[in-house]
């Protein structure tokens, strides 16, 4: 580890050795796996779509192995399972959200689409682009496995992890199939909405990394058990995060549209919450913004101006600062390295300080 004026270096060359060791891999599976199969085009499509990975769920895997065991390009090797675990999350949510556009180009399903159409193939390119970004989404989420398994760290450390590994991903899949049900038309209770966030975000991005990291490195449990109090309040805080820049936020710090989550009328804690602090003249305006078919950009801000008059931003962001407490409590508790510690808190920072 580096000092801690040093660690904004550390963390990109760390994402640097991570997306290296995704292309090289996914290079190699393409190769072998897919010439002659006239897919060649998800070759392309998954390479420059790995390359925008911010490796936030690597640095949490490493950041815990380091909890517990000194550097190892082995381990670090290791984390670049994660970055595949996320680009299959990302290319399946697209299709779900029906999303255009991510990391700066086309959704994968939009490219495989455009693909489809300017070779004149039969039937309905959209649905072609949205199985073809289903199907690669299962090819990385087989990859990611794999690339974990074939990393080279030892049997017994694996086994260690695997666990915490098939825990991250179920609290995933069913996160997501939570989310299916939350309607903002019959507007959930904000506890049903964080408990959400928790599974298919929260526990993902942060907790389950540290832990699978700490727990290949050897941890005990005591040093699990506080990695996952910083990991559970850190990964809630970025959630909360994520629901403001997904309402005030650019594509760039979300990668995703302007307004995205007002064009899907996600009921995420921003939304739930304003609804819940609006008086009744505001809540007839969000009934009526709620069951507009289409949002203009004159819409999207009068729906922006609503929501912050609430009161609604200012509370979710205190719950953020009451969850990063919480997590720099639990570093404080933990008998871990003091420069693993100010990592940890630094990276408290890059989740929740985000730009909107």
Same mark, same amino acid.
């Given at each position: ?6 660690? $904004? ?21 393409? @190769? ?18 790995? %390359? ?56 994968? $399903? ?5 693909? $489809? ?26 990859? @990611? %496995? ?24 179920? %609290? ?44 290949? @490195? ?17 990964? %809630? ?61 004159? /819409?999207?801000? $009068? ?41 940890? /808190? ?8 985000? /730009?909107?």
């Amino acid at each position: 580890m580096p000092a801690l004026d040093q660690f $904004h270096s550390w963390r990109e060359d760390l994402r640097r050795s991570v997306l290296a060791e995704i292309s090289e891999f996914v290079s190699a599976r393409c @190769a072998d796996e897919m010439v002659g199969c006239r897919v060649d085009v998800a070759g392309a499509v998954l390479l420059k779509f790995v %390359e925008g990975g911010k490796c936030l769920r690597s640095t949490f895997m490493y950041l815990g192995w380091l909890c517990g065991a000194p550097a190892s390009a082995t381990a670090l090797r290791a984390t670049a399972s994660l970055e595949l675990l996320q680009t299959f999350a990302l290319l399946q949510d697209d299709v779900m959200d029906d999303s255009p556009s991510r990391r700066g180009r086309p959704a994968a $399903h939009v490219q495989f689409a455009d693909w $489809h159409r300017q070779r004149g193939m039969s039937g309905s390119s959209r649905r072609f682009g949205e199985s073809a970004a289903i199907l690669l989404g299962d090819l990385c989420l087989i990859w @990611a %496995e794999q690339v974990l398994r074939d990393c080279g760290l030892e049997d017994h450390q694996l086994q260690r992890a695997w666990p915490r590994y098939d825990a991250m991903r179920t %609290e995933l899949a069913v996160g997501q199939f939570a989310d299916l049900t939350l309607d903002m038309r019959n507007l959930p209770t904000l506890d049903a909405v964080l408990g959400v966030a928790r599974m298919k975000s929260g526990n993902y991005t942060v907790r389950r990394p540290l832990e699978i990291g700490a727990a290949m @490195a050897g941890c005990d449990e005591p040093t699990l058990s506080l990695l996952g109090d910083y990991g559970s309040a850190v990964g %809630e805080a970025f959630q909360l995060r994520d629901d403001i820049l997904g309402i005030f936020g650019s594509p760039t710090d979300t990668g995703k549209p302007n307004g995205g989550d007002l064009l899907e009328r996600k009921a995420t804690s921003v939304m739930v919450a304003a609804y819940q602090m609006a008086d009744t003249a505001v809540r007839r305006e969000f009934s009526d913004l709620i069951n507009t078919d289409t949002l203009d950009d004159d /819409a999207l801000d $009068h729906w922006r101006r609503l929501i912050f008059a609430t009161g609604a931003v200012q509370w979710i962001e205190e719950l953020i600062t009451q969850r990063v407490n919480i997590a720099q409590k639990a570093l404080e508790d933990s008998g871990i390295d003091m420069l693993i510690k100010a990592a940890l /808190a630094d990276m408290a920072g890059v989740c929740t300080r985000r /730009a909107a």
